[in-house]
């Protein structure tokens, strides 16, 4: 096991290395001239020699990347054009909104679809089957950006039951603020033992957990059920029926577990989905997270905030991975081989 | 879904998947709902301006007049800001929602597959630098690298469909590899190989035809997501720009005034929904044959 986790964490690391030289490349080699960009519209010759010459654009290229790591090693990743804070600053601050954004969202997928799953695969090629099967195919076909304003507008709009964009009331901020203490709303306002706000940001979060859920319930719920369905098939199962053990015992007791082994994979998947999806919802939802943070770096043109959300985001789907071998090698000590 | 093939595949290729496919999607009512709404996004993709109502409008001329009108039987889907028939609108962004996923499936087979099969053909450290480019592409968030090349690039649709093709093609690479492998040991091509063909010939007759039908299985599938993934950018303001008729600029238009004018966003999003999840429909059935566990 030791071994397996040495070596794994060894080829995490040469994948870094290798994704800060694809984020380099697109830093400095596909704009036509990145000192032009970092000033802006109204850059003048001298101040474009003058940025250059600060940024070290005129060395040569491993010298330039060099810098470059040293530099992201060091915590210095450079201003945002848009902010004028370091990036990484930024990146930290906005954090804990969408970290509490993809939990929410994983709370309700996991369960959700792992049951879905359990749920067609025991009724397989039955009409329940059929249902589990369509609300799968369904939400990992819709637009998370549509769904979101289609919920804003139902729940919003016409049901008046839940707030439309923000993680908490803007009035509270004077009658009930949330201490900042993690920078997640949810956990701050319990510490405190401010219940108003806590309501408040759970009514805040439930639509955007939804939208930010709906792929992940499919893709769970579609493992979930082919998983099921082959442990199902196995011998000791039949065994187990051979010897008069009640269905429910076998499905919860004796196979959901193994049957769980691969959904793992799906889980960590659907995490890393989520770093991108919540872009998309967190723009609908007005969620002043990374997402919201990283849409206006591309849109304007921000390439040291665009760069850093890219890394931030690469770092964060090398270590799900990482994480995702590592609980399956010790579910299952046959991946270990791998 | 990518993952999905590659553990569904077989070993080797099963012949007569299209037959077999013809076979079930009769007695399977969702692969046959996915068919027909792919023949209909086809059919709105080659003939959309002689459907459309109003194809002029479709394209963009504006009918100032008659701006933000809700559905009615005139306007079945209502118009937008700028007058326009939102039916006919919907309806000619088959056209360019088709386009670009044909441009961006195409292109990263045509990067991915050769640069697989060369892999799994060859394996050693051809196979060895190969796969771990493949594995280093993959290491970013799905769309995440997509949307900074766009960044890079600035945005529009043809940066957009390069940008998708350069994220999308290491998965070509890992299934065009996994069946360039189990090939290379087959006798067909080791008595190539004896008679001195070149492996230039050999991965052009032999390996590449034959590691076709799983790779055209997951471009089916493929087409749908790309779709979604277009969308999502075109959304965001990194894909299309106006007056092109492209679904998810429009659901990103409609959005300030989603509350009251709803059929704004609510249709062209619809339109990428019914597209996507058609693709994925077929998808399933496709993976169903494919797979030789019969888990599904």
């Known amino acids: 096991m030791t071994r397996f986790i040495v070596r794994r964490l060894a080829g995490s690391a040469a994948v870094l290395l290798g994704l800060s030289v694809i984020t380099f490349a697109l830093a400095r080699l596909v704009p036509s001239n990145p000192a032009a960009i970092y000033i802006g519209p109204k850059a003048r010759p001298e101040d474009i020699a003058r940025i250059t010459e600060q940024l070290g654009l005129d060395r040569p290229l491993p010298v330039q990347y060099l810098a470059y790591m040293r530099a992201m090693l060091t915590g210095d990743w450079g201003t945002s054009i848009g902010t004028k804070r370091p990036v990484l600053e930024e990146i930290l601050a906005r954090l804990p909104a969408t970290l509490e954004l993809i939990a929410a969202a994983m709370l309700i997928a996991i369960p959700t679809g792992i049951l879905l799953g359990i749920l067609s695969a025991s009724w397989r090629r039955r009409p329940p089957d059929l249902v589990v099967r369509v609300i799968s195919i369904v939400g990992v076909s819709l637009p998370a950006f549509w769904l979101g304003l289609l919920l804003q507008v139902l729940f ?101 577990k193994n049957a769980l082994i691969p959904v793992t994979t799906v889980v960590g998947l659907t995490l890393a989905y989520s770093l991108t999806g919540t872009f998309f919802v967190e723009v609908v939802y007005n969620w002043p997270g990374l997402g919201t943070f990283a849409v206006k770096g591309l849109l304007n043109l921000d390439y040291p905030a665009v760069m850093g959300i890219t890394l931030f985001g690469a770092m964060g789907y090398v270590l799900i991975n990482l994480v995702v071998d590592l609980v399956q090698s010790w579910l299952d000590p046959r991946t270990r081989l791998a | 879904m990518a993952v999905e093939v590659i553990q569904a595949m077989p070993a080797v290729p099963r012949a007569g998947l299209l037959r077999r496919f013809r076979r079930a999607v009769v007695r399977d009512p969702l692969a046959l709902t996915g068919v027909v709404i792919i023949v209909l996004l086809l059919v709105g993709a080659i003939a959309g301006p002689w459907i459309a109502p109003y194809p002029e409008q479709g394209a963009g001329q504006s009918n100032v007049p008659a701006r933000m009108l809700p559905p009615s039987p005139a306007h079945p889907f209502g118009t937008d800001g700028l007058g326009r028939d939102m039916l006919s609108r919907v309806i000619m962004g088959a056209r360019p929602a088709v386009a670009v996923s044909l441009l961006v499936v195409g292109l990263a087979m045509l990067i991915g597959v050769p640069l697989g099969a060369l892999a799994g053909y060859r394996r050693g450290r051809v196979d060895a630098v190969i796969m771990r480019i493949t594995d280093l592409f993959l290491a970013f968030p799905p769309l995440l690298l997509a949307m900074s090349i ?147």
Do not use: C, K
């Open chain 1, 156 to 256: 919003f709009r016409t049901l008046h039951l839940l707030p439309l964009t923000g993680r908490v009331d803007p009035n509270l901020r004077f009658s009930f603020p949330i201490a900042d203490i993690t920078g997640f709303y949810l956990l701050d306002s319990a510490i405190t033992g401010n219940w108003t706000a806590f309501v408040d940001v759970t009514w805040h979060l439930v639509l955007p957990a939804i939208t930010l859920a709906a792929y992940p319930i499919g893709l769970i719920a579609r493992m979930t059920r082919a998983s099921m369905i082959e442990a199902l098939g196995q011998d000791y199962v039949r065994a187990a029926r051979a010897a008069g053990l009640s269905e429910r015992l076998i499905t919860w007791r004796l196979t959901l």
């Open chain 2, 150 to 296: 766009v960044a890079a690039l600035g945005p529009g649709l043809d940066h957009a469909a390069l940008a998708l093709a350069i994220s999308w093609w290491p998965w070509y690479a890992r299934l065009a590899r996994g069946t360039a492998t189990s090939l290379r040991e087959r006798s067909f091509v080791e008595a190539a190989r004896s008679m001195g063909v070149s492996d230039l010939v050999i991965l052009r007759r032999h390996i590449v035809p034959n590691s076709l039908p799983p790779i055209l299985v997951q471009a089916t599938i493929d087409i749908g997501t790309v779709i979604l993934a277009a969308g999502s950018l075109a959304f965001l303001g990194l894909g299309s720009t106006p007056p092109t008729p492209d679904w998810g600029l429009m659901v990103a238009d409609g959005r300030t005034f989603i509350l009251d004018q709803w059929w704004l966003s609510a249709f062209p999003g619809l339109a990428i929904f019914i597209s996507v999840l058609g693709f994925n429909l077929v998808g399933d059935l496709l993976l169903d044959l494919l797979d030789p566990r019969g888990t599904r």
